[in-house]
């Protein structure tokens, strides 16, 4: 019996397994890093999904046998967790086009299809097991071509159309994502994890349609796991080293205004013109302008107007009453990230001008924009991801 292949994939397991539990923990600890506590754990589900269980039922399916019964029902278990990881990973990407909006179609199907293959598993004989030798004890270390997992109709077809859609929509996202974003080398990323996990899930494709020849039992399974768990580890840095991008590509900040507390415009800073800046410019323009008109009340109140909502855009709005003006920032969504961006600049702008300020808290005294004329740098400095 050949034991290469065997140990091969128990060493690679043991190294997804350790790799799936740390990045798992590292998302959950840093779990802000990503946009909002959703975002990440969906990450955290993707990764422990993909990682940690899918890759342990898949080991424990295909490396060892036990039973008939046991092996398929590990088989089943493995299905289940990369169907589930398949719809975390398209929330993310549906989250790459726009932020936090999860469209009905195609997740409605999604739910569906998980559905149905949930019920035709349970049925008897949906996956049946071949042995290609007969085996003396019950538990029993095998070269993994020596056992073969068969689908019935229900259960391939589902799979089938399951993971065809999945690919439509990866690579649709990332199409969409790399049109829409204006910097293209931003979008590689999701582009090539796109086309990756397209790969391995038409190597899937394949292996249930080519059930019964030898060169589905002896290379594509195989290959899927390899490709699949390189594809997992070049997922996992980008995860650790750029969380960035999962908030980053979608969303979109569109100006920058500061007020002081007298309803004066301190400084203002436009971000590069996008749709919905130019569809609701209308609308943004009164509400600033009723907000220049109301802020003097407002600072000196404890319930106080912390965010506006349009049809496509959020106006985030923190008052500084010590310093007396009020950091107004118009984006796509409201989150974490741009509230700690905004949190960041604002502890900058009153450090460095903080004689300016304190000159100023008098809304008597004559107020000279020019001091502030060269806030640009800092703008750009603190919001600079979204340049």
Known sequence: MNYITPFSLIIGYFFIFSLGLFVTIHIIR??????????GLLNAVTVFSLGVIHATFYILSVVFFISEQINILFWKFSILAWFVSLI???????????????????FLYYTLLLGLLIGALLTPDSITLNLSI??????????????????????GTIMIIFQILIISYYLYIAVVVNIRSKKKEETLPVILNAIIFSITIILNILYILFQTTLFRQIIIRELFIIILW???????????????????????????????????LIYSYNFENQTEFKTESTIWGNILIGLNHILSEFLDKKDKINVIQTKEADIVV?????????????????????EDLMNNFSKEFKGKY??????????????????????????????????
Do not use: C, W
């Open 230 to 264: 390189i594809a997992y580890f070049g997922v996992s840095i980008m995860i650790v080293k750029k969380p960035e991008m999962f908030f980053v590509l979608p969303n979109r900040i569109y100006s920058i205004n500061i007020y002081h507390k007298s309803g004066i």
């Open 30 to 39: 840093n779990r802000k890093n990503y946009g909002t506590k959703f975002m």
């Open 88 to 106: 975390t990973t398209s929330l993310l990407f549906s989250f790459f086009r726009e932020y936090k909006k999860i469209k009905s179609f195609p």
């Open 134 to 155: 007969s085996l003396s004890s019950s538990i029993i270390f095998i070269d993994p071509s020596l056992i073969n997992y068969n689908f019935n109709f229900i259960v």
């Open 354 to 387: 903080k004689n300016e300020l304190n000159e100023i808290l008098d809304i008597n005294r004559i107020i000279n924009v020019s001091e502030f004329s060269d806030l640009k740098d800092l703008i750009e400095k603190n919001f600079q991801l979204y340049l």
């Open 318 to 338: 923190k008052y500084e009453e010590d310093s007396g003006y009020a950091l107004i920032v118009a984006t796509n969504r409201k989150n974490s990230i741009v």
